[in-house]
């Protein structure tokens, strides 16, 4: 059996209680909603986008501890970043869930490069333990994703519930 | 009498009805032994789950509901008869064909028995209570089934009671209707009789509730039904594992049963129904074993139980079932049901002395299932840590959204309990929550 406090860190335990960036973004111009029905994981997220930079964001919503401090380090980490740029967090952070890529192996150099350009993200990492939580984890950022594609005015709505653990 | 909770019903039938393997209960009923039980089981072995591992904790089962562990006599039996006795049935010439068919037709009898229904002939092996409900959905209900007609289900009901009849409705341009509960999570049987009108076709009602526990009073809605000449399906699915079942005393007209949840293999269950009623139903599915005749010009079906059997059965499945009636028959079912009673009223209590935990529902009797919340904390983090802590429950909707909706939660932990289940695992799940509270305080 995994140890707890490799799932459940403080820095998660600290952002799902006290989530940053939490609310609605009246700037927003571009927006998704995240829903995994079967958990009752949800969160509306909303993107400032000026000059191919995420000036604002912010997102509402409850779940579980994992999604919500997951959506919350999301926020902290995309802020003011190109919009390129978060794109590619997010495939590195999917990546480093589902156990893919350099960072597979662990303790390798491979995975101690992915863990650094992860930053704070690296919390999240006990979660790929638990393949049952990975969609919990993920949720955020398919929903990022979604809403750098698609205006506020039509938000998109995704789920990770039918993606398995392997997608 | 008092409002009848049909458990109560059918243990006092159960143990009216001659003969048991066991002598009646005198007035106290001794004592169960529950490590004895525990001993038939080989998951609870040391090293069970997690293989040779003696070391290793015991497994702290408390998801019984989901899915009930096996005794040996059923994983025995059903590899005894792969091994030494395996055929198809039906007419079959050669001895270990005749041998099949033997095994076959006596777990109908088996489940006959367990619900003390009058005649063999009446059950109908299907998957498990889900294909049965859709059996008589399709079956019985949609050919009679007009636009504007009514289905009364319950809001305790599992997706497996509202989605077939929900789909016969549609077809028809019917309506599905829903009986509310009452704060404590019991059936309001005022409400549900307004709701049975001129237009209900069928009343289709759990006998206990998978997400709250609760035990409906099946008889008195059967009463009301068939006051107004409506038939009723009892989904006995979170009944079955805590006792013999009298579907004569209930006065239901059809009864779903799964057999994985009541110690008997997955992949097999059972639906029974009256015998005028099944003989009237079309068939639910085609092909070999169900006719008399087929001529490319038209087929005649094969009478009941056969017609709604299509295709080879799960034989070994109903083999395995059998092995685990008879397993529950030679139980003495007073001393389970106080032994399970008390596993469940020291759970609540248990539950209740954690700060910031909540038991949903306070029905007038809750049989085996404990649903709870803890406040400020997802039920899917307090699964989590439990599952680290070694005590297997279950979070979510339960495959009871609508209840969920009614009770105002997204989904809740569950904490489930079997006849193997002892009070060191009340106790391990009453830490295990405490843990719960202290991590995420």
Same mark, same amino acid.
């Given at each position: 059996?995994? #140890?707890?406090?490799? /799932?459940?860190?403080? +820095?998660?335990?600290?952002?799902?209680?006290?989530?940053?960036?939490? @609310?609605?973004?009246?700037?927003?111009?571009?927006?998704?909603?995240?829903?995994?029905?079967?958990?009752? #994981?949800?969160?509306? /997220?909303?993107?400032? +986008?000026?000059?191919?930079?995420?000036?604002?964001?912010?997102?509402? @919503?409850?779940?579980?501890?994992?999604?919500?401090?997951?959506?919350?380090?999301?926020?902290?980490?995309?802020?003011?970043?190109?919009?390129?740029?978060a794109g590619e967090l997010s495939e590195r952070f999917r990546r480093l869930l589902k156990g893919e890529g350099a960072g597979a192996e662990e303790g390798s150099a491979g995975a101690v490069a992915e863990l650094e350009a992860l930053g704070k993200l690296a919390a999240l990492e006990g979660v790929k333990r638990y393949p049952m939580r990975v969609k919990c984890a993920t949720l955020a950022w398919h929903t990022l994703d979604a809403a750098l594609a698609a205006p506020a005015t039509d938000p998109e709505l995704v789920t990770t519930e039918w993606e398995g653990t392997t997608e | 009498m008092a409002v009848g909770t049909g458990i109560e019903d059918d243990l006092r039938a159960a143990r009216a009805r001659p003969p048991r393997a066991r002598p009646p209960a005198a007035e106290a009923p001794a004592p169960f032994d529950v490590e004895r039980v525990r001993g038939e089981l080989p998951v609870f072995a040391p090293g069970g789950p997690g293989g040779p591992d003696a070391a290793a904790p015991p497994l702290v089962y408390l998801d019984s509901a989901a899915s009930a562990q096996k005794p040996r006599a059923v994983i025995d039996a059903v590899a005894r008869f792969y091994a030494t006795g395996y055929s198809n049935v039906h007419r079959g010439l050669h001895p270990i064909a005749a041998a099949a068919d033997a095994a076959y037709e006596g777990a109908r009898e088996a489940v006959r028995r367990y619900l003390n229904a009058p005649q063999a002939g009446e059950v109908v092996f299907v998957r498990g209570a889900t294909e049965a409900i859709n059996l008589v959905a399709w079956s019985y209900l949609a050919p009679r089934l007009e636009p504007g007609d009514e289905v009364l289900v319950t809001e305790l009901e599992h997706h497996a009671n509202i989605v077939p009849w929900q789909l016969v409705c549609h077809a028809a341009g019917a309506r599905l209707v829903a009986a509310p509960i009452d704060a404590a999570g019991d059936l309001d049987l005022a409400a549900f009789a307004e709701r049975l009108g001129p237009r209900t076709r069928m009343v289709a009602v759990t006998q206990v509730s998978n997400a709250l526990g609760t035990a409906v009073p099946v008889a008195e809605v059967v009463r009301l039904a068939h006051e107004r000449g409506v038939p009723v399906l009892v989904d006995g699915a979170q009944a079955v594992p805590h006792g013999p079942v009298d579907v004569q005393a209930l006065g239901c007209d059809f009864y779903a049963l799964s057999g994985h949840k009541m110690y008997g293999p997955t992949g097999i269950g059972a639906l029974w129904a009256r015998g005028e009623l099944l003989a009237a139903m079309p068939p639910y599915q085609g092909g070999g074993g169900m006719i008399r005749s087929v001529a490319l010009a038209g087929t005649r079906f094969a009478p009941p139980p056969e017609r709604f059997e299509a295709g080879t059965p799960h034989i070994v499945g109903a083999v395995g079932l059998a092995a685990a009636i008879e397993w529950l028959e030679a139980l003495d079912w007073a001393a389970v049901a106080a032994h399970e009673e008390r596993l469940v009223t020291s759970a609540v209590a248990a539950l209740e002395a954690v700060p910031g935990v909540t038991v949903l529902g306070r029905p007038r009797r809750r049989v085996g299932v404990v649903s709870f919340v803890v406040d400020g904390v997802h039920p899917h983090d307090v699964g989590t840590v439990l599952a680290a802590e070694g005590v297997a429950v279950r979070a979510g909707h339960h495959c009871a959204q609508p209840l969920m909706e009614r009770l105002g939660v997204p989904a809740t932990t569950r904490a489930s309990f079997a006849l193997y289940n002892r009070q060191a695992d009340v106790e391990a799940l009453a830490r295990g929550v405490a843990r719960v509270r202290e991590l995420f305080a």
């Open positions: 059996m995994s #140890d707890l406090s490799d /799932l459940y860190q403080d +820095v998660i335990l600290d952002h799902s209680r006290r989530p940053r960036n939490f @609310g609605a973004l009246p700037t927003a111009n571009h927006a998704a909603e995240g829903d995994n029905p079967l958990c009752g #994981d949800r969160l509306t /997220l909303g993107v400032e +986008v000026r000059d191919g930079e995420i000036a604002g964001i912010a997102f509402e @919503g409850s779940g579980c501890a994992i999604s919500m401090a997951s959506a919350s380090l999301m926020t902290e980490a995309v802020r003011g970043r190109p919009v390129g740029e | -």
